[in-house]
């Protein structure tokens, strides 16, 4: 059986979009008000937003992080997924502040090419 992103992924609903404050790292005294309605729009302002920092950045490397508090009453950082981004959204204040982290490149991706053998016949 074949499936489609959209079967996991529906796409936001006209009305579901949020304004959020945009900040890079936690020292970031730059913020950005945008309005968002999915992780991928939200992605793509943010790489838009912060252009000269993010430029040489693979995207699959940019992160976006909430404080949250949790039912114990204590704080964290969390990380906001594709997958939990459209329900995390809608439980959002207008101005929500989040946080764009750039996750360190994995150590496949900086890993050498194996290097190329000279084929014989």
Known sequence: MTT???EYFPPP???SKKLIVLRLGDGGKDLACVTVGSYQEAVNVAIHEYYSELKDVSR???QLRINITLLDGTS???RLTES???DTLSQFKPMKLVTIYVAPKSAAATAREPPKYQETR
């Open 4 to 6: 489609t992103s959209s």
């Open 60 to 62: 699959d490397r940019v």
């Open 76 to 78: 964290q950082v969390a």
């Open 13 to 15: 609903i006209a009305d």
């Open 84 to 86: 939990g981004f459209n």
